[in-house]
């Protein structure tokens, strides 16, 4: 156990719709990293938030977005979801964005 | 761009045997980390190794060793005394020192045959 949460499990939908993903990071870490893994595109990075700013964007579509709350959890939306977008969804979280990531679980997103 | 490439997408190896998973990066930075990461079938990612760019002995944990070849770009990872709980997928992935973004290889899937 790494210590991050993310939530729910699993999340099927359709597509057009609209979703949100939540991540807790372990105690004491004020970074979180958002990533996709699909079959197509392998394991891209997303986001970074650092204790409730954004740090850094990777290869996020203009359809998602993120926000880390003052408790430091942060969430996943993803919006006008097609079916492209069906992938496992991680969570990481580290102390500083020197230090190692620590994963979650994932969401497995299914857009049907 | 920073790349990372496994040129294996699969590999086998008899238990209790060792084997070794290829990796090549390609930067123009001098300093930054280099990790191996495995994804069992519960899809959870776990850090197995991890290895500074200005280190220049090779990383070990346990029976996991690397070989670090920083001229030549190359960070394989060697497991030795092969365990039916090492099959998985291993991804070789790099960062920046003060960067925030891992950028990952392709994956190796790894059996291990009793």
């Known amino acids: 156990d790494s210590g991050v949460t993310q939530t729910p499990k699993h999340l099927i939908t359709a597509t057009g719709q609209r979703v949100t993903l939540r991540c807790s990071p372990r105690s004491g870490d004020l970074s979180v990293y958002w990533y996709q893994q699909s079959l197509d595109q392998g394991l891209q990075f997303l986001i970074h938030y650092y204790n409730g700013e954004e740090r850094a964007k990777g290869n996020i579509l203009e359809r998602f977005s993120a926000q880390q709350f003052p408790d430091l959890h942060s969430e996943l939306n993803l919006s006008s979801l097609e079916l492209g977008d069906s992938a496992l969804y991680f969570c990481a979280s580290s102390i500083h964005f020197r230090d190692r990531r620590y994963f979650g679980p994932g969401t497995r997103l299914t857009v049907l | ?114």
């Open chain 2, 1 to 114: 761009a920073q790349t990372v490439t496994q040129s294996q997408p699969e590999m086998s190896v008899q238990e209790a045997e060792t084997v070794t998973l290829s990796c090549t990066y390609d930067t123009s930075e001098s300093d930054y980390y280099l990790f191996w990461y495995k994804q069992p079938p519960s899809r959870q990612m776990i850090l197995v190794i991890r290895q500074e760019a200005y280190k220049q002995q090779n990383a070990t944990e346990n029976r996991f060793s690397v070989n670090f070849q920083k001229a030549a770009k190359s960070f394989s990872l060697k497991i030795s005394d092969s365990q039916l709980g090492d099959a998985a997928m291993y991804f070789c992935a790099y960062k920046e020192t003060s960067g925030s973004r891992l950028t990952f290889g392709e994956g190796t899937q790894l059996t291990v045959n009793p």
